[in-house]
C-alpha cells in the first residue's frame, strides 16, 4: 500500500482550518483521510475545533469580550453549543491579531463557523457518496484530562456520535489519535473500541499532557509499551531524523518492527523543518528516506502528487 495523505486540519494551506469549505477542498484534492480535531462544549456536543480555546481562529473577544478566564483565554469548555455556533471562524491569527502563515487566506469574516463532528460526517459521507469515494477520518480527543476535570467524557462523547452515524466498527475508515497514553489505554481495554489507535509524540517541551515522557516513549522500552495497546505512533517530523535534520534516526524501523504503523505531523511547504531546502526534498526525506506509512499535510494536493509520483503502488508499508 501506498503511504497515506492525511488532511491536516482539512486543507488548511487553502482555507481558514476546520471549516466545512476546507474539509470539503481537502476532499476533492485527494485527501484519503481528514482530521477531527475534537473539543467539547459546555454541554458536551463534539465540536471540531483545533484548541481548547478559541480566540485563535474566531471572533469570540468581539462577541463575549467579559468570558476570559483569568489568564485572557477564551475555553470552547465554557461556551454552549447555541453560543458557539454564533462565533464567525477565520485564518489562525497569534496574540497581535497578525495572521500565523501570512501567505495563506486572509483573516476575514466568511461567516464561517465551527462545525460539530456529526455536521462534519454528513459533509463527507455525502462527497463520499456524490464523488464516488472512501475518505476517511483521523480523529483527535483533545486535552482528555482537562474535559474530565470539568467532568465530561471525550471519549465517550466523541463514541456517541460515531455510533450514531454508524461508524463505530472496524471496517469504518477512521482512525483515533490522542497524546493521552491512558485515553488510548481505555479505548483498547475498557471500550475496547474497534478502531485503530494511534499513539501521538510529541516533544517533552510541550507537557502535552503533563507528565508524559515522549523520549522515553521512542525507546525500545517505550514502543514495547505502545505496541501493547495502539496501533501506531504519530511522531513529530523532526523526530525522524538525526542532530543534522536529514539522516533518518531509527525510530520508523523500530516501530515497524513491532508492527507499529508511522504517521507524522505536519508538513507545511511554508515552514519546512530544519535542514530541508524545500518542500520536496522534505518529502523524500520522510517518504523515501525515513520510511513512513503516512503523513498529516497542510498540502494535501502536493503530497498526493508527491506519493503518486515518486511511490510505487506495490510498495508494502508495515
Given amino acids: 500500500m501506498k503511504p497515506i495523505v492525511i488532511a491536516h486540519r482539512g486543507a488548511?494551506?487553502?482555507?481558514?482550518e476546520h471549516t466545512?469549505?476546507?474539509?470539503?477542498?481537502a476532499h476533492t484534492l485527494g485527501a484519503d483521510y481528514i482530521e477531527q480535531d475534537i473539543v467539547l462544549s459546555r454541554d458536551g456536543v463534539p465540536m471540531v475545533l483545533h484548541d481548547?480555546?478559541?480566540e485563535s481562529t474566531t471572533d469570540v473577544a468581539r462577541q463575549f469580550p467579559d468570558r476570559a478566564r483569568d489568564d485572557g483565554r477564551f475555553y470552547a469548555i465554557d461556551f454552549d453549543l447555541a453560543e458557539l455556533k454564533t462565533l464567525a471562524v477565520h485564518e489562525r491569527i497569534d496574540p497581535l491579531g497578525n495572521a500565523v502563515f501570512d501567505g495563506r487566506f486572509p483573516v476575514v469574516d466568511l461567516e464561517l463557523r465551527i462545525p460539530t463532528l456529526s455536521e462534519e460526517i454528513i459533509l463527507i459521507e455525502g462527497l463520499n457518496k456524490s464523488r464516488g469515494a472512501r475518505t476517511g477520518y483521523y480523529i483527535e480527543m483533545k486535552s482528555p484530562t482537562f474535559h474530565a476535570?470539568?467532568?465530561?467524557?471525550?471519549?465517550?462523547a466523541t463514541i456517541k456520535v460515531l455510533d450514531a452515524a454508524h461508524l463505530h466498527h472496524e471496517r469504518a475508515p477512521i482512525f483515533f489519535q490522542c497524546f493521552d497514553p491512558q485515553t488510548l489505554r481505555h479505548l483498547k481495554h475498557k471500550v475496547k473500541s474497534p478502531l485503530p489507535l494511534i499513539q501521538l509524540v510529541g516533544d517533552n517541551s510541550w507537557q502535552e499532557p503533563p507528565g508524559v515522557d515522549f523520549d522515553f516513549m521512542r525507546t525500545d522500552e517505550g514502543l514495547d509499551d505502545v505496541a501493547s495497546y495502539a496501533d501506531g505512533i504519530g511522531p513529530w517530523i523532526p523526530q525522524l531524523f538525526e542532530a543534522d535534520g536529514t539522516t533518518p534516526t531509527n525510530l520508523v524501523a523500530a516501530a515497524h518492527a513491532r508492527g507499529l504503523l508511522v504517521h507524522a505531523f505536519t508538513l507545511r511547504a511554508d515552514s519546512l523543518e530544519a535542514g530541508f531546502k524545500d518542500f520536496e526534498s522534505l518529502h523524500q526525506g520522510i517518504f523515501l528516506d525515513a520510511g513512513i506509512?503516512?503523513?498529516?499535510s497542510d498540502f494535501p494536493d502536493i503530497?498526493?502528487?508527491?506519493?503518486?509520483?515518486?511511490?510505487n503502488a506495490d510498495v508494502t508499508s508495515s
Avoid: E, K, M
Fill in 293 to 296: 506509512d503516512g503523513v498529516f
Fill in 20 to 25: 466545512l469549505p476546507c474539509v470539503a477542498a
Fill in 12 to 16: 488548511s494551506a487553502y482555507l481558514p
Fill in 303 to 311: 503530497t498526493r502528487q508527491f506519493i503518486d509520483t515518486h511511490i
Fill in 149 to 156: 476535570a470539568a467532568g465530561l467524557d471525550i471519549a465517550a
Fill in 52 to 54: 481548547i480555546y478559541l
